[in-house]
């Protein structure tokens, strides 16, 4: 009865780990929390009818099924790579209960009664603690999930579970086979080996226990980590980004501008992404970060004299040289910032916006009449977005243009102020290389 009990609350403890190890060391998401609820009741409904037909070992495989089909069902692509992820998992379960449940008995060569004893005494300090971190671990559950939002394995951290995962399966493949001999009496694998293997086992089994928990520790703080340096980084942001708005606010010429440019910047990247337009630039990274970066193009404009900076006509020449003064001072400004920061993807993107958006692709812009791809490739796509919005908004000086004559001045300017390809990109997310005219970015951003 003891042995059947013990064979159970093993199979239990497989599919709870496996559960644990899928959701907090592999970071592989859960499904919506109802639908979540549901498929544990199943999983465990399904491994005990597995268990009461065929057997603890086919109960364990139900369980690893079951862990992998979660994956599967997570994911919202490549669902089917997720029945690969489970191959490192028995490996890494059995790193962690092999050593605690089989060598100490086998160290200090216990009796079949006191090894029974000694498992279920194990069996309930892991339920105590699974308890425990369900009842008081609320907050750190609450801070998981939000950063799992934002946070996945690295390639090199997956590798290494794969690794940690396949080696431990052999060594407790073969510690097991050692140990267990006539029905779980850890006594009678001396009449194979001899207690010569004792130190060996428990060396090995220390060190596989160890490997095994400083591995899954180290992910699990490198998560937090990044959810940290995410957390200040997103501070960082929104400080500035409050701060470009501050600055907006002394325009009265402009009000919207930041947020609609920034909306038609991630539009127009998003059209070159999918095109495969520049393919070797425009990764996910750098899409977020330019759109953080997106609303500090003009932020330069904090030093631009409000006579000029609202003057209700046009500007004079004098003036004109003074406001295009605000390019070089975002520039300078932002560079402060990196400074008084720390090195940021967003913020080194933020000093090309604002430097070189009025950059021409013929060389003709200002403040250092660079042309082509010597522009950065986020000042580019900042010049379309900044001109059409600048074209299509009401200012003290002029009405609102058309959108159809804006879209029509982008496509005439292509090649001489803009970049042909992120200008063609611009209109084909509108539907006017097909003549169709559209207007639905222009209304996004607004």
Not at 133 to 161: A, D, I, P, Q, T
Not at 238 to 263: K, L, P, Q, S, Y
Not at 304 to 329: C, Q, S, W, Y
Not at 366 to 375: A, K, V
């Amino acid at each position: 009865m003891g042995t059947v009990l013990l064979e159970i609350l093993e199979t239990i403890a497989i599919a709870a780990s496996g559960f644990l190890i899928k959701k907090y060391v592999f970071l592989e998401p859960d499904m919506e929390p109802e639908k979540q609820r549901i498929f544990y009741f199943f999983s465990f409904f399904v491994i005990g009818v597995v268990f009461l037909l065929l057997g603890k070992d086919a109960a364990s495989l139900m369980a690893l099924i079951m862990i992998g089909l979660n994956i599967c069902l997570g994911r919202k692509e490549h669902r089917l790579r997720g029945l690969f992820q489970m191959i490192p998992f028995p490996g890494i379960i059995n790193g962690l209960f092999v050593p605690v449940l089989l060598v100490p008995p086998y160290l200090f060569a216990m009796p079949v009664r006191e090894t029974v004893v000694y498992q279920f005494m194990v069996y309930g300090a892991m339920a105590a603690a699974l308890v425990l971190f369900y009842v008081k671990g609320k907050s750190w559950r609450g801070w998981f999930e939000e950063n799992m939002r934002r946070r996945s394995l690295r390639k090199s951290e997956r590798y290494l579970l794969w690794v940690i995962g396949i080696l431990m399966l052999l060594f407790s493949n073969h510690t097991a086979m050692q140990i267990t001999v006539d029905g779980g009496n850890v006594r009678a694998a001396d009449h194979l080996y001899g207690r010569g293997l004792a130190p060996f086992i428990g060396i090995t089994s220390v060190s596989a226990f160890v490997m095994t928990i400083t591995i899954i520790v180290l992910i699990v703080q490198g998560n937090k980590r990044s959810f940290y340096h995410e957390q200040v980084a997103g501070m960082q942001s929104g400080m500035i980004t409050f701060m470009a708005e501050i600055v907006e606010n002394r325009d009265d010429n402009t009000g919207g501008h930041i947020r609609r440019t920034a909306a038609y910047v991630e539009e127009i990247a998003k059209e070159l992404k999918r095109r495969g337009d520049y393919i070797e630039i425009i990764s996910d990274r750098y899409m977020r970060d330019m759109i953080v970066a997106a609303p500090l193009h003009d932020i330069g404009k904090i030093h631009i004299p409000d006579a000029v900076l609202n003057k209700p006509g046009r500007l004079t020449d004098e003036e004109f040289v003074i406001m295009k003064t605000h390019t070089t001072a975002g520039e300078e400004l932002l560079k402060h910032a990196k400074e008084e920061l720390g090195e940021s993807g967003y913020l080194n993107m933020a000093v090309d916006m604002a430097a070189y958006h009025h950059e021409w692709w013929n060389g003709r812009g200002y403040p250092y009449g660079i042309s082509g791809e010597e522009i950065p490739l986020c000042a580019r796509i900042m010049a379309v977005a900044d001109v059409f919005d600048a074209l299509t908004s009401k200012r003290c000086y002029k009405d609102a243009m058309p959108v159809e004559k804006a879209y029509a001045i982008i496509r005439e300017e292509s090649g001489t102020h803009f970049d042909p390809v992120v200008a063609a990109a611009f209109l084909r997310r509108q539907g006017e290389e097909a003549g169709g005219g559209k207007a639905a970015m222009h209304r996004q951003g607004q």
